[in-house]
């Protein structure tokens, strides 16, 4: 299997561009996420999803959006990209309904909008 | 809120000490909790994790951790830390019932010769 997948794993943007990050899971997993990295800020938690069809907002959501149109995939959006926005972007699934697991995460993808 | 607490940005330890990592929760009721290891440039490896039962948990890497609730913490421990031991490790911690997973903002181990 290959667990967690995120595309594109490096990016750079111009400030006012959109652009789509991927991701994808193929452990069946019901719950998916998605966190930034920062340099001292640990992971904080920007959308997730507790199911196909269902978003929610998470720590830090302004300027993304989401969908989770099917259940392996997890898309965060940034319609108009500011540099605050730079960041290491890392996906996570968790939850099969088979029991209670810890999350996988995925490689990452570094954002630099300049 | 919910939140996780590690209280030390940085620990230096020589190598072959012992080490311990510090995390504290803070929830309503116990949550699932959760020590995960990143090296430079690298996703997230979990360590170990606890959901119920035996308060002290092992883990990989000889990495162990034990909970205590009076305490509201989950302290990560090695008894003899090794030179690529050297990472940023992170607590996390989810609610039982919503599965929102939440992160400490990380303690960063340096391991001298």
């Known amino acids: 299997n290959a667990g967690v997948t995120q595309t594109p794993k490096f990016r750079v943007l111009k400030t006012g561009q959109s652009m789509t990050l991927l991701c994808a899971q193929d452990?069946?997993?019901?719950?998916m996420y998605w966190y930034r990295q920062d340099p001292g800020m640990g992971l904080r938690l920007i959308h997730y999803?507790?199911?196909?069809?269902?978003?929610a907002k998470g720590e830090v959501p302004d300027g993304y959006n989401v969908s989770r149109l099917k259940k392996q995939n997890f898309l965060l959006g940034l319609e108009s990209a500011a540099p605050s926005q730079t960041s290491v972007y890392f996906c996570?699934?968790?939850?099969?309904?088979?029991?209670?697991?810890?999350?996988?995460f995925g490689q990452g993808t570094r954002l630099t909008v300049v | 809120a919910q939140s996780v607490t590690q209280p030390d940005i940085h620990i230096t330890v020589s190598e072959g000490a012992s080490l311990e990592l510090r995390c504290n929760y803070s929830?309503?009721?116990?949550?699932?909790l959760f020590w995960y290891v990143q090296s430079p440039g690298q996703g997230l490896q979990l360590l170990l994790k606890?959901?119920?039962?035996?308060?002290l948990v092992q883990g990989i890497k000889g990495f162990e951790a034990e909970f205590k609730r009076s305490q509201s913490s989950f302290n990560l421990r090695k008894p003899s830390v090794h030179w690529s031991d050297a990472a940023e490790y992170f607590c996390?911690?989810?609610?039982?019932?919503?599965?929102?997973?939440?992160f400490g903002t990380g303690t960063r181990l340096l391991v001298s010769p």
């Open positions: 996570a699934s968790s939850y099969p309904r088979t029991g209670r697991t810890e999350a996988f």
């Open positions: 452990m069946n997993h019901e719950y």
């Open positions: 999803s507790v199911g196909e069809g269902t978003t």
């Open positions: 929830y309503g009721a116990t949550p699932y």
């Open positions: 606890y959901f119920s039962g035996d308060t």
């Open positions: 996390a911690a989810m609610n039982t019932g919503f599965q929102k997973l939440v």
